[in-house]
């Protein structure tokens, strides 16, 4: 099983970019499908994006997409979100999550979460 764990939350102002990462351990990363959700107060975990094992393609929930961007360097064992023009209901804890296939990724494997905050 890969352990994940993520990092590069914090609290940003509204407008503001944000990268997080995903460091992976323990299997080989590239054997993984990765995404990201959030889960913000009160409210239901989403799904935010996903990846590819190469990289070739990725996925978006339609409320990030033209501001996040997912990637991953497998030789570095690590994927990447950087978050564009935030907004405040982008506050959320953000998980990495890895999977064999991107529609079992909320069953897959889960990091510990970062938290993001978005000040107006």
């Known amino acids: 099983q890969v352990q994940l764990v993520e990092s590069g939350g914090g609290l940003v102002q509204a407008g503001g970019s944000l990268r997080l990462s995903c460091a992976a351990s323990?299997?080989?990363?590239?054997?993984?499908?990765m995404g990201w959700f959030r889960q913000a107060p009160g409210k239901e975990r989403e799904f935010v994006a996903a990846?590819?094992?190469?990289?070739?393609?990725?996925l978006y929930a339609d409320s990030v997409k033209g501001r996040f961007t997912i990637s991953r360097d497998n030789a570095k064992s690590t994927v990447y979100l950087q978050m564009n023009s935030l907004k405040p209901e982008d506050t959320a804890v953000y998980y990495c999550a890895a999977s064999t296939s991107t529609g079992t990724l909320a069953q897959g494997s889960w990091g510990q979460g970062t938290q993001v905050t978005v000040s107006s």
């Open positions: 990846i590819t094992r190469s990289g070739a393609n990725t």
């Open positions: 323990g299997r080989t990363v590239s054997d993984y499908v």
